[in-house]
């Protein structure tokens, strides 16, 4: 259902940029400033040190070639068996459709299918509503701690896996 794009165009970027814009309440809520261009092009660039730029994955979600949502993963991350979900974010025009719930689905059972045990995310702890919709898609706490947002900014979290083997 879902096909994942990898943004490397001028356009995928601006597309990616106007996903975040209908999105104001996250970076209100994440401390972040309003997003721009710039915010797309180092979200799509930035990984953590210890992880190769192959495990890294930026890109839209389309459904039948219409852009609906970016996800932000790495592969691998922290540990080889698990995928990390940096950023799922669904155009606002397309929320409260189920679109988040089945995405998270459909990548669960492609994620297994490539033999990954677990997914996990970590959501910024004043954001109640994205703690609930992944504990409501499997995803249960496993502990507390920083996010880096950029090299001078980072949040306190909840971190949430979900096992793929059930």
Same mark, same amino acid.
């Given at each position: 259902m879902?096909?994942?794009h990898a943004v490397r165009t001028p356009q995928d970027r601006q597309t990616a940029l106007k996903i975040?814009?209908?999105?104001?309440s996250y970076f209100t809520l994440t401390g972040q400033k309003a997003p721009t261009l710039q915010m797309v092009r180092?979200?799509?660039e930035a990984y953590p040190a210890d992880v190769s730029e192959t495990q890294k994955h930026y890109g839209l979600l389309l459904i039948n070639s219409t852009?609906? %949502?970016? +996800?932000d993963r790495l592969n691998g991350y922290p540990e080889p068996q698990t995928v990390y979900i940096g950023l799922l974010m669904i155009d606002a025009a397309h929320q409260r459709q189920g679109l988040g719930r089945r995405a998270v689905d459909g990548f669960?059972?492609?994620?297994?299918?490539?033999?990954? %045990?677990? +997914?996990?995310v970590a959501v910024h702890t004043a954001n109640p509503a994205a703690l609930q919709f992944w504990q409501q898609v499997g995803f249960k706490p496993v502990g507390e701690g920083r996010a880096q947002l950029s090299a001078d900014q980072s949040q306190p979290v909840v971190i949430l896996d979900r096992d793929l083997a059930d």
């Open positions: 879902f096909k994942f975040y814009q209908s999105n104001p180092e979200d799509a852009p609906v %949502g970016v +996800m669960a059972k492609q994620f297994q299918r490539q033999g990954y %045990g677990r +997914m996990r």
